[in-house]
């Protein structure tokens, strides 16, 4: 039995995927990233032809949760890329393409099992994949069966095994990348890298909630940097440097303006959850000190006197707004809102100093537009 | 950052596992098999010496876990592998052990993740990794935490975990062999058909006990494949078989070889847990029934007259002896014990007849060693 995988044969069963997003033209690189996932998804797809209708159902459901995304990672690797070569950007880009979509299911996968391992069945407001299998299953009652132990296990089940098949689906496109041995190598041990990072960072992150492991700032910035920095940022900033044959140091730093941009995004992230304007970020307003949510800004409290006004009311499912608000005022004496201000600026700042220095291995388009990365980051609202 | 895969570096940092298994000089290729895991362990150990200490107790846990199995797969490659091959076994041992043991390691990664998903603690009465996980958080009080739903989910998500951390790193090991390009995409389409088949198998076993997919003898045969016999019989005699340089076709042969093997040896499971002598296979007698296991021999019982007496008790969790002793009977009198017996007896018969088409290509000493094995099959009672 030979499996077909895009890289290895240029086949294309007819089936394509179109988005809302596909007809922005304003958005780098879209129609090039959408047709590299429909090639991907036509593969799988071919692959699993011959299996039951039902699992059909579920890799379809599970295709229209990866379209429904923003792209970031793929964009983000594709436009610096862009910028750090010059000629032989087309005789590559196919390349460059694989890893962008791989990026894109690995974000798939990631999504799907902290969703699994959270028991979410939403994600920004909409039904995620788990959700939207619990909805499949019965449509008519799934305000009932969303609360039902059978009907649940079955849709995480689904939400685990697909996570299982994108991971595998990742490896395998960095694994037949048509690259020199030492190039896919070093993608591969930045793949490596990353997936023992996301790995240890969802391990904080739930030993954090559950309470297995006890909550301080240096954990809180050590989860923020694993669990999205690395794969979010660092991911697809050396792999443009990779791909772009950049040397070693290079990529290397290129990676730490991107963990230091990925932890900036992650403190603002906390931040913004608990003093930002829900109207503009969308978050539901206190939904963090509803949870109980153990983020650098909460990290920070506990090691104030305010902690024990805060804590009696921290983690409480039926906060009001107005103890909320309490906690946020408390936030702000205890000096918690102004140190992650700092701390998202220090880190800033690093990205700053770090992209002078890339000079002048590193062209000035691609300074330009980390340049212009880090000030988006910096303005950002929601 | 570089890590360091085994196949990369000859690291070795020199920490060493030691289990009872390997004092057996009696067991094929134990030794090599442990040096491997052991190398493979320290190479993953060495990447994640910078995480938290919490992360290296979930971590030798699962190397603890990883060490109790029995090998079966990495012994099944080898062995064979060493009959197809005469002279050049010496140079390419050591890729074909690392293939070996990522075996293990996709093994354990499948049965980590198949505790999660049917919530167990337990594997063939002692505790599983999940239920190592639960006993290390609170030795004194397990027998009340195994039902904490906090506690629980803290265990099950280290179980998710290091699913997946075992999976990348089987993907890992198959992308970096040390083997001509042709050769390698061999073995990774042959992982990438494995990983799709198994995923497919839980799917259709989930949907089963969850009712989510109706229940009838394709479907039950068809799980049985997928979950089962492509992993442990397919990929370890099809990787042998690659790794020896065999032609496809003889590798196809080999892999259909080894499907039907292991369909008889998943029909004989469900056979032996109905009818067998649970003082000799171990497993509790009737648990199949009393959890309502959706097995071949209840396939066919459902399309017998016999059914309808038999589904009044099926599944109950109370089942009593003679309940338990009455399906037994009724199964027999519906024709689902012969059914079995033939089906297990056709699979074998189709095993031996492809094995003598195997010659000339084939080694008479490989011919030999499969036939053996569909003997001791043959045989099994536990």
Known sequence: MRDNWPCDTRMDNGMTITTEHSTHPDLDFN???????????????????TYQPEFRTCLDAAFQALRGGKLIRPRMLLGLYNTLVDDDIEVKLNTVLQVAVALELLHFSLLVHDDVIDGDLYRRGKLNFIGQILMHRTPESFAQIQRDPEHLDWAQSNGLLMGNLFLAATHQIFARLDLPHHQRVRLLDLLNHTINDTIVGEFLDVGLSSK???PNMDIALEMSRLKTATYTFELPMRAAAILAELPQEIETKIGEIGTNLGIAYQLQDDYLSTFGDAAEHGKDAFSDLREGKETTIIAFARDTAKWTDIQDNFGSADLSTSQAERIQHLLIQCGAKNHSLNAISDHLNICRSMIKTLSPQVDPKAQNLLLKQVEQLASRKS
């Open 31 to 49: 129609d090039e990233i959408y047709r590299e996932l429909n090639r991907i998804c036509a593969s799988l797809s071919q692959q699993c032809s």
């Open 212 to 214: 297995a492991i006890s």
